[in-house]
């Protein structure tokens, strides 16, 4: 079991609200990850981090921001939800030192802008 | 820029046969390719990687090749069983050279194993 936790698990929320996704991994791992994936379809790099003060844009455009103050932390956040955000959001780990490129991911968290 | 196609958005097979999942891509050949297994509302779980020199990975009841030529991985379960049953999620490191880069997913293919 993967040490990588994700909250909400599931959260409805109105449009326009300002939402913050959190992403805890207790590895010590530098890399982390953020996933956006619908049903049915692949995961969609959204953003990366190498390490501490280190945020990157990923392969898929996305209106939600990060931060990396901390290694263990790397929470999303979206500035004003919209319907075109429900998704699932899936954040993932990998140690530097790990040898192979193996990702750990945590439950995800789905979801909904009505 | 790289294209990953998994063959079937579904499987489904008897208890006891072998689940072969076929992975192809477009471009690069990468420096790892990996198999990951999606259970429905879960994060995907890492089952093996295989690098481009090896031809044949193994762990347990599971098997990966790997054909540079062919641009395609093929993923073998063997002695399938209802736990099985999941998305299985081909995914190809960006990186061609050996550095390890960010992955690339597919769709993956719904696997359901009948008893």
């Known amino acids: 079991e993967a040490d990588i936790y994700q909250t909400p698990r599931y959260l409805v929320i109105g449009t326009g609200k300002k939402i913050t996704l959190e992403c805890s991994q207790t590895?010590?791992?530098?890399?982390m990850y953020w996933y956006q994936q619908d049903p049915g379809m692949e995961l969609h790099l959204i953003h990366y981090?190498?390490?501490?003060?280190?945020?990157e844009k990923g392969d898929l455009s996305s209106e939600s921001t990060v931060s990396r103050i901390r290694t263990e932390h790397f929470p999303l956040t979206l500035e004003s939800a919209r319907p075109s955000h429900t998704s699932q959001y899936l954040c993932?780990?990998?140690?530097?030192?790990?040898?192979?490129?193996?990702?750990?991911f945590g439950p995800g968290t789905r979801l909904t802008v009505l | 820029s790289q294209k990953i196609e998994q063959n079937s958005e579904a499987l489904n097979i008897q208890e006891g046969k072998t689940a072969t999942l076929t992975c192809n891509y477009t471009?690069?050949?990468?420096?790892?390719l990996q198999w990951y297994r999606q259970d429905p509302g879960r994060g995907p779980v890492f089952l093996l990687l295989?690098?481009?020199?090896?031809k044949e990975k193994r762990k347990e009841r599971l098997k990966v090749t790997f054909d540079t030529t062919l641009k395609q991985s093929l993923f073998h379960i063997t002695a399938s069983q209802p736990a099985d049953s999941a998305t299985y999620l081909c995914?190809?490191?960006?990186?061609?050279?050996?550095?390890?880069?960010?992955?690339?997913f597919g769709k993956g293919t719904k696997l359901s194993v009948k008893p």
């Open positions: 993932a780990s990998k140690g530097i030192l790990a040898g192979v490129n193996e990702q750990f």
């Open positions: 590895m010590g791992h530098d890399k």
């Open positions: 981090s190498y390490g501490v003060n280190s945020t």
């Open positions: 471009n690069y050949s990468p420096a790892y």
């Open positions: 295989i690098r481009e020199n090896e």
């Open positions: 995914a190809l490191d960006t990186n061609y050279g050996g550095s390890q880069g960010n992955l690339i």
